[in-house]
């Protein structure tokens, strides 16, 4: 199940559209406490599998952030990707400082959503 954050509706709902149409379970996270529910795997009455994807926008800013390291001390072997304006080049450089697996500017995470989703199934 690929697990993601977005500030932005928009890419979370083209995250969640995309994933659809592959047949790839997602969820979103808003906070802290979602995110260790979905990574424990809690029953919430929905679809809540093995994650095998973090998805994160970094225009969530410092508390998007703090779940890279959340996710990398619960589950380390779970990619992060990170994705964000290609103008905040501290902004991604500090996403993979803390562990971002992939690191990628808006325009080529939209790009290649759908395979990216494919790969991380």
């Known amino acids: 199940m690929i697990i ?3 500030a932005d509706l928009i890419f ?3 995250i969640r559209s995309t994933a659809e149409t592959l047949g790839v379970a ?3 996270v808003r906070n802290a406490d979602m995110l260790a529910k979905r990574l424990d795997q809690v029953n919430d009455g929905k679809p809540n599998g ?3 994807c973090f998805m994160l926008d970094l225009d969530t800013g410092e508390d998007g952030l703090a779940l890279i390291g959340q996710v990398k001390g ?3 072997s779970v990619p992060i ?3 964000g304006s290609h103008v905040a080049t501290e902004l991604l450089e500090e996403a993979r400082r803390r562990g971002a697996d992939d ?10 959503l759908p ?3 494919e790969q991380h199934r």
């Open 103 to 112: 690191v990628l500017p808006r325009s080529a995470f939209t790009a290649r």
């Open 81 to 83: 990707l990170a994705f």
């Open 74 to 76: 619960h589950s380390p």
């Open 26 to 28: 997602s969820r979103p």
């Open 115 to 117: 395979q990216l989703i």
């Open 12 to 14: 979370a709902t083209k």
């Open 50 to 52: 093995p994650v095998t």
């Open 4 to 6: 993601y954050c977005c």
